[in-house]
């Protein structure tokens, strides 16, 4: 894996908290805590700049997202971007849906290259006409301008989620899609923003009850009926919208029994998952809690058929992880385009790689000391205990304050994104 | 008159974290010797319990609680609660590693960090009234030195009572479902002519849109 060009995003202020590729690779978003969103665009290849081809380059930025108040109860809405999604291409221009916890925006962003002029009722600056001079009538031509990329929020999905959204899934019918929040699911007609139908509630009818909440959700890349959703207790279920409108009865409810061996105050909360993805393939679905990555086969409940150690050697640490909340953490995770490889992030800014066929693993850096543009990463190692080889790093020195939470794979290539803290890394894995 | 909300820079929240976090740091910084070993000593269960109505307390006090992290944290507590309940039985060790049997439990750190939460609810806006009577009922809004026996279950007892309602009052606290939206009353119920309805109009705006675009040229028919 290489970097072709180190791409930072944005200055210091601001944490990147989503990442996204566009259905054709093209394009990439990113969201941030400032309610940002900045998107890339792949160069297209030329024979005079060989070098340059691939790489990413800043292609649009706007404010998706302000901080708001409610005053209802006197809280301030954060204006960070929670997830992006991607539209797939109908015309020229493109969409993308973006949420932060109460408002889900759905943003047009389009390319200007012609303007028109000879306006009737305003003059070249733009400024009105008095009516009463105009005295003849010309029609406006348009005529060329230098290329504008401007995004132009389209709909306004709001006031419909009483507790934060986590998640939100474009359908594979192309016109709806769902978005979920810790204790609801609500369904969205694209045309339609002052209803949604609540599909999942989860709520108890006595709060005191309540022991678990959603943690995320997704539609089957293929079957438009079906959907997932994941919780805190390490539990997915999957429904199928035909079998009535609520869908609080699942269909399926994959989970997997407790290791007593590995029993501790802290269960819960490692088993809590915090990212659920189908294959593109449809047939597997993959989740993330705290230690591990599974992949599931939609036909067996009972249990995962694989199971990865993203970074055991923190089991042991588990206390200093809760006291310092990072226990709570969420991780993403990804497939690559053939559903052969998945990919997640990890603490001191690394990230593994899952080769499920070979059953390799690897786990590299993303960081700017480590890592020159063009020059292939290493791969890196954790020490457990005993003797420290010589470019292992040990448990103690891992830096919990670098955490990648956020990664993206190319749907048909290999080139990754990975956001890191307020960074973001593409890499490309170019075989000579 | 509420004033807009003001947006935090980034540098101040970072601040804020670290002075709420700066006395557990001070218990647990790890030591830079790669020869003590792995894991740090693990907590006692009643450390872990203090340490987890911190983590409840502080998630209370922030703009809006982060419902996962309170429910995780919750049922955490629950989990201790009830094996500091169960004295006769092996303690559940917090981490693989072995910990020192369980102790007598310290009433009185224990009692003083319940009360202190317990005054610091009362004054988080809309739990006062539930509040006091939370005051009325449990004895350990009493002063610690009315004879609490350190020896007796009945401390844990207590606090299963607080927890409980304590529990329910939390989460009152979020539980905003007087404030749920009734301006669509149809959200449930599948009514079509107010689908119809609301369809027409939204086909007017966006077709007044489009219209709009083709007229200043930035789309074409």
Not at chain 2, 28 to 49: H, I, R, V
């Amino acid at each position: 894996w290489k970097c072709p060009d180190e791409t930072v995003h944005g200055s210091k202020a601001d944490i990147i908290s989503t990442v996204e590729f566009n259905h054709t690779g093209e394009l990439l978003a990113t969201g941030d805590k400032g309610g940002r969103v900045v998107i890339f665009q792949r160069e297209q290849e030329s024979k005079n700049q060989l070098h340059r081809r691939g790489e990413y380059n800043v292609y649009s930025t706007f404010q998706s997202h302000e901080p708001e108040f409610d005053y209802l109860k006197s809280l301030e809405i954060e204006e960070k971007i929670n997830k992006i999604r991607w539209l797939p291409q109908q015309n020229a221009a493109y969409f993308l849906l973006s949420t932060n916890d109460k408002t889900v925006k759905l943003w047009k962003v389009s390319e200007r290259d012609k303007r028109p002029e000879g306006y009737n009722l305003k003059d070249e600056d733009g400024r009105l006409r008095d009516p009463a001079t105009i005295t003849t009538l010309r029609v406006p031509v348009l005529r060329p301008m230098d290329l504008m990329v401007e995004a132009t929020p389209r709909r306004v999905f709001a006031n419909a989620h009483t507790y934060h959204i986590n998640s939100i899934s474009v359908n594979s019918d192309y016109e709806t899609y769902m978005s979920a929040d810790d204790l609801r699911i609500n369904l969205w007609n694209f045309e339609i923003t002052n209803q949604s139908f609540n599909i999942v509630d989860i709520k108890p009818a006595n709060m005191e009850e309540l022991t678990e909440v959603i943690t995320a959700a997704e539609f089957h890349p293929l079957h438009c009926n079906t959907f997932v959703y994941s919780s805190s207790k390490g539990t997915i279920r999957l429904c199928d919208m035909r079998a009535s409108a609520l869908c609080d009865r699942h269909t399926k409810f994959f989970e997997e029994p407790e290791d007593p061996s590995n029993r501790s105050f802290f269960s819960e909360i490692i088993s809590s998952i915090s990212d659920v993805k189908f294959s593109h393939s449809g047939r597997y679905i993959m989740t993330r809690d705290y230690l591990t990555v599974k992949v599931w086969d939609l036909n067996m409940e009972n249990r995962p058929i694989e199971t990865y150690q993203v970074h055991d050697y923190l089991r042991s640490k588990l206390c200093s992880l809760y006291e310092n909340d990072c226990i709570f953490d969420k991780f993403e995770c990804v497939w690559n385009g053939s559903d052969s490889v998945i990919m997640t992030g990890s603490y001191n800014n690394f990230f593994r790689m899952f080769d499920r066929n070979t059953k390799r693993d690897v786990t590299l850096e993303a960081s700017r000391e480590n890592s020159k543009p063009r020059a292939i990463l290493k791969p890196r190692k954790v020490c457990v205990g005993g003797k420290r080889r010589k470019d292992e790093i040990s448990v103690d020195s891992l830096d919990f304050s670098k955490k990648i939470l956020h990664t993206a794979w190319h749907p048909s290539e290999n080139i990754i994104a990975v956001a890191a803290t307020n960074n973001l890394y593409i890499f490309q894995d170019k075989v000579n | 008159m509420l004033g807009k909300g003001v947006k935090r820079k980034r540098e101040e929240e970072e601040e804020e974290d670290l002075t709420s976090q700066d006395w557990w740091l001070e218990e647990t910084t790890p030591s830079p010797n790669p020869e003590e070993g792995a894991s740090p000593a693990p907590l006692p269960p009643s450390s872990l319990f203090n340490l987890s109505i911190f983590k409840l307390h502080h998630g209370l006090r922030r703009g809006e609680p982060d419902l996962r992290h309170l429910v995780l944290v919750v049922n955490t507590l629950r989990r201790i609660q009830s094996s500091m309940a169960l004295e006769s039985s092996p303690p559940e060790p917090p981490c693989p590693a072995p910990v020192d049997p369980l102790p007598v439990a310290p009433d009185a750190p224990l009692c003083t960090s319940v009360s202190a939460l317990l005054d610091d609810l009362s004054h988080i806006e809309g739990l006062c009234d539930t509040q006091t009577s939370f005051s009325e009922d449990i004895p350990l809004s009493r002063p610690p030195e009315t004879g609490l026996d350190p020896g007796r279950p009945a401390p844990l007892g207590s606090l299963e009572l607080l927890l409980e309602d304590g529990l329910e009052g939390l989460f009152d606290d979020i539980d905003t479902s007087m404030y749920d939206c009734e301006l669509w009353p149809n959200l449930k119920t599948d009514s079509g002519e107010t689908e119809d309805k609301i369809q027409g109009q939204g086909l007017d705006v966006s077709e007044l849109d489009y219209l709009m675009d083709v007229l200043v040229g930035t789309q074409t028919l």
